[in-house]
Structure formats: C-alpha cells, structure tokens
C-alpha cells in the first residue's frame, strides 16, 4: 500500500504566500516524477508543476515565476512554495507520485493524493 498526504491548503489573501507538502508512505523503494495538479470548480485538472527524480522541474505558464517546487527524496515529500497567490490559483491541489515499490521493480505506479483546497480570496 503507498499513501500521498497533503497538507498546507487555506485560506489566504491575494499576493499572499502558501506552502503545500506531500508525503508519499508505505511500501516504497524509491520514487521517479513527483508532481502538483489543481482542479478548479467547473475545469479539468492541470498540471501546475513537476520535478523528477534528478531535479529537473516544469512549470505551468500560468504559474511560472510565482511557484518553486522541490523534493526530499530521502523524506518521499515533494513541496510547492506559492507566492504572489491570485484568486485565479483557486482550486483543489492534488498531489502526484510515480513510485517503484520494490527493489526489483521495472514498472511503476502513479499514485494520487486526496487533495488539499486552496482558496486566495479577499
């Protein structure tokens, strides 16, 4: 079994500042792309930004230069520091991983958060 926990949603005013953790547990020999998706009211899900297991990050357009994400691979926790908030990043934040859960795996498995709401209101 592997679990993706959220945390850091809220409430918080535009231009503020909110951090989100994830924290993959349970059987797991290590972990490739780690990612954060947000899903609006009424919208599909996006991509907001993914690192990989080296480092290497991309970023939705619309989040470039206001969000960073980064990793402790040794913890299995990816984060997404988000700065300059707008009521536009209004949504459920959803947390992505793709995990190998044994040593001798060739194939791993993406897995999903349950999500975390964040709202950027006045």
């Known amino acids: 079994q592997v679990q993706l926990m959220e945390s850091g949603g809220g409430l918080v005013h535009p231009g503020g500042s909110l951090r989100l953790s994830c924290t993959a547990s349970g059987s797991i020999f290590s972990s490739n792309t780690m990612g954060w998706y947000r899903q609006a009211p009424g919208k599909e899900r996006e991509l907001v930004a993914r690192?990989?297991?080296?480092?290497?990050?991309n970023y939705a357009d619309s989040v470039k230069g206001r969000f960073t994400i980064s990793r402790d691979n040794a913890k299995n926790t990816v984060y997404l520091q988000m700065n300059s908030l707008k009521p536009e990043d209004t949504a459920v934040y959803y947390c992505?991983?793709?995990?190998?859960?044994?040593?001798?795996?060739?194939?791993?498995?993406?897995?999903w958060g349950k999500g975390t709401l964040v709202t950027v209101s006045s």
């Open positions: 690192i990989t297991g080296g480092g290497s990050t």
């Open positions: 992505s991983a793709y995990i190998y859960r044994y040593s001798w795996s060739t194939i791993g498995t993406n897995y």
